[in-house]
């Protein structure tokens, strides 16, 4: 059997454009790709928009996130571009051990890319976030998965605003006992 080789005209024919350009078909297709492998839950008040839980099978989007935003005509969903930040977010954290706030900037520039790739622009896709996101100061939280991974907002110091969640949290399981 004869080995191919990387000077083969066949392997360069394979490998005929450049791959370290940002291709939108890839990036779209790998969106979808790891939405197959998440589930989706929106039932919850999750600060700061969204998270994942301690397994990171569930991405959590706050319940008050409306679905879709409208940008130039269109109707964009928003959801592919939250799993795609909380999916890279959590592997960084999990798998290489990345600080969350050095994960985050990683998945930030990703969901970028990924609304870029949808052909929209970036800015009213973030000023329209923005609205929704919430702490403990902008409204009480009633309703947080016992399972949502509080390790973002340890490592953030946000020790308010993982006592608003902790209290919610054992509200919610007290609440379930009766």
Known sequence: MAK????????????QRDDTLLSNFQLTHAVEEIMKHVH?????????????SVDGKTVYIDRHLPRTYRSHGRTVRVDPFLILHESVEKSLVDHLHIHYQHAHQIALRAERAAVAAAKLS????????????????????????????????WDEKDTVLIRAMQKAIHAEHLAKKK
Do not use: C
């Open 4 to 15: 191919t080789s990387v000077a083969s005209p066949k392997f360069r024919k394979k490998v």
């Open 40 to 52: 989706l839950d929106r039932t919850w008040d999750i600060p700061y928009l969204a998270g994942y």
């Open 122 to 153: 970036w800015r009213p896709y973030n000023q329209f976030m923005l609205k929704f996101i919430k702490d403990a100061a902008h409204e009480k939280l009633r309703r947080v998965p016992p399972n949502l991974h509080l390790k973002p907002y």
